[in-house]
């Protein structure tokens, strides 16, 4: 009777388990970073597709352990998005040729074996996303400056979901959504703003204008900018109207979004060439007032950092004979990216030359600030009025004692209007009351333009953050694309660059010292703990029914 009972038991149980897996399937991360479950945002975004998604994994061939980590991360995430979705993995054949065909550039891994052989493998770190009848490719593996390759691919595992979501939020989108970039106050020109644009238009419809076009005799209306997702005010030389704040100040206060790359002082870079000096002066823009409303000053003054970049001095005696040698050019710091912020988060650092302090004000405003960018531990500002010299290589290194200063903040909240108590500046055509206070929304402050501007050589446009004379690339290019994605970002979608994967390495000497130890107990192990499980349970039943 007890052991009909127990089938019968078992039976009912079988029953409702396959009942409750054909209704549902129960998932459950136990993971304490939820590496294995998807944000809300990717849950909607999925839900929204009305067409499978077809992904193909360009990632395989015979693989290191670190990137079959990358791989098996991967079909997870896809396999997780496949219950929110109608996702498709497409398997096939190793593709290679239809990578270089798209122009994807493959990975070389250099291995060193335990018999001190190199072993060489060509990777293509991508996936390809389709959605009716759009392609997007996704980028596995992100190269970080500065990071070990293990830390590389954890960054890599960290973004996936990111990189999915945004391919497949760019498939979905059926209009180009706009930015703008402002002109009018002798800020760069389009070949100095080349990369900008083009690493912006991926994404958005790029316009560049300058608000009124009072010569023709036109008026300003104060909505010039509306329409905009975003708008970029570029290293401006000459001071805005006050039509010109206002229009930007109502744009904010109606929920618009504003990335500003302010240079805090006045210099002339042709002179420092001609001259080996020049002097440095603070820049009025006219917008110190507007900016301290909203939460920021950038002070007219300038960092200098002993992590710089170095210059080529001609260090000989014989002008006949130059010889140029790297130095140190502490106006050129390398900044710092906050691990805080989805913008930054394993980002690399940054380039900059001639770069302003940034302070945080009116911290009872409600506005929630975030350092996106800082110099070294070993920093020191020099103020206005002042002087740069070229002959100033080899500074006093105790003098630089500041650490940790901001040049870059970000801003979320509901701002306050700079023209509250003001009147409505002559020239402005508009029937709408002023806006004194506005929806919530975001703005990025930078303290110089130079973060955001490309070089040029020989007339040809570099990438934002190259920097010609040792060949480096640097992280400004990711940095400004994510500042724009974070300001326009309505889906929360690049709030997923902030998951984080805890990176548990191994010691690989020791773990190949005591290889057969490990292997040893990992195979006696789990039988002796059955073995003694059954006997306990054996000498309890013995006991119990000899009774």
């Known amino acids: 009777m007890r052991y009909t009972r127990a089938i019968l038991i078992c039976t009912l149980y079988s029953l409702l388990c396959t009942l409750s897996l054909q209704a549902a399937t129960l998932r459950w991360d136990l993971t304490d970073d939820k590496r294995y479950s998807l944000s809300e945002a990717s849950k909607n975004l999925l839900k929204q597709t009305d067409a499978p998604i077809e992904v193909t994994v360009l990632l395989d061939g015979d693989l290191n352990a670190g990137f079959r980590r990358l791989k098996k991360a991967t079909e997870e995430t896809i396999e997780e998005m496949g219950v929110y979705g109608d996702v498709v993995k497409v398997k096939g054949e190793r593709l290679k040729v239809k990578g270089d065909s798209l122009g994807l550039r493959p990975i070389v891994i250099h291995e060193r074996e335990q018999n001190g052989k190199t ?53 979905q989108e059926t209009e180009t959504p706009r930015v703008a970039i402002l002109e009018g106050h ?17 994404y958005f419809q790029v316009d560049r204008g300058s608000i009124g076009v009072t010569d023709d005799g036109l008026q300003v209306t104060g909505h010039e900018l509306d329409g905009y997702k975003a708008v970029i005010i570029a290293s401006p030389q000459t001071a805005f109207s006050e039509a010109e704040r206002f229009v930007i100040d109502q744009y904010i206060m109606r929920g618009g979004a504003v990335l500003w790359a302010m240079d805090g ?21 006219g917008l110190t007032e507007q900016l301290f409303r909203y939460g920021v000053r950038v002070n007219p003054a300038l960092v200098q950092d ?75 500002v020099t103020a206005t009025p002042g002087e740069v010299d070229l002959n100033d290589l080899n500074p006093d290194v105790t003098t630089f004692k500041y650490q940790y200063v901001p040049v870059a903040v970000s801003m979320e909240g509901a701002f306050s209007s700079a023209f509250a108590h003001r009147m409505v500046p002559e020239g402005v055509e508009t029937d709408e009351p002023i806006r004194k206070s506005g929806v919530k929304t975001r703005q990025v402050v930078i303290g110089s333009g130079s973060v955001i501007v490309n070089e040029l050589q020989k007339g040809q446009p570099l990438p ?84």
């Not at 009716?132 to 590389?152: D, I, M, P, Q």
């Not at 001259?275 to 823009?285: H, R, S």
């Not at 920097?467 to 997923?496: H, K, M």
């Open 119 to 171: 072993a060489q493998t060509t990777v293509y770190p991508y996936a390809l996303m389709s959605y009716k009848g759009r392609r997007a490719v996704v980028t596995l593996l992100k190269n970080t400056r500065g990071l070990s390759g293990e830390e590389n691919l954890n960054a890599s595992i960290e973004q996936l979901e990111f990189a999915f979501m945004e391919a497949l939020h760019l498939l």
């Open 186 to 202: 002798n800020e760069p020109d389009e070949a100095h703003t080349y990369d900008l644009m083009t690493a912006l238009s991926k």
């Open 265 to 285: 002082v006045r210099f002339s870079e042709q002179v420092l060439q001609q001259e080996g000096f020049t002097p440095i002066v603070a820049l009025d823009l």
């Open 306 to 380: 002993l992590q710089c970049l170095p210059i080529p001095v001609d260090v000989s005696t014989d002008p006949q004979q130059p010889n140029l040698q790297p130095m140190p050019w502490t106006y050129a710091p390398l900044l710092l990216t906050s691990q805080g912020s989805p913008i930054t988060r394993n980002m690399g650092q940054v380039m900059s030359t001639f770069v302003s302090p940034i302070d945080a004000v009116g911290g009872e405003d409600g506005i929630e600030k975030r350092v996106l960018l800082a110099t070294s531990t070993a920093s020191r």
């Open 464 to 547: 934002m953050g190259y920097d010609r004379y040792s060949g480096v690339q640097f992280s400004n290019r990711d940095f400004v694309v994510n500042a724009i994605l974070w300001l326009t970002d309505s889906e929360g979608l690049i709030s997923l660059r902030e998951k984080s994967v805890t990176l548990r390495l191994l010691n690989d000497h020791r773990a190949h010292e005591q290889r057969t130890k490990v292997q040893a107990i990992s195979t006696i192990s789990p039988v002796a703990i059955l073995a003694l499980i059954g006997g306990i349970v054996y000498i309890i039943r013995k006991r119990k029914y000899e009774k």
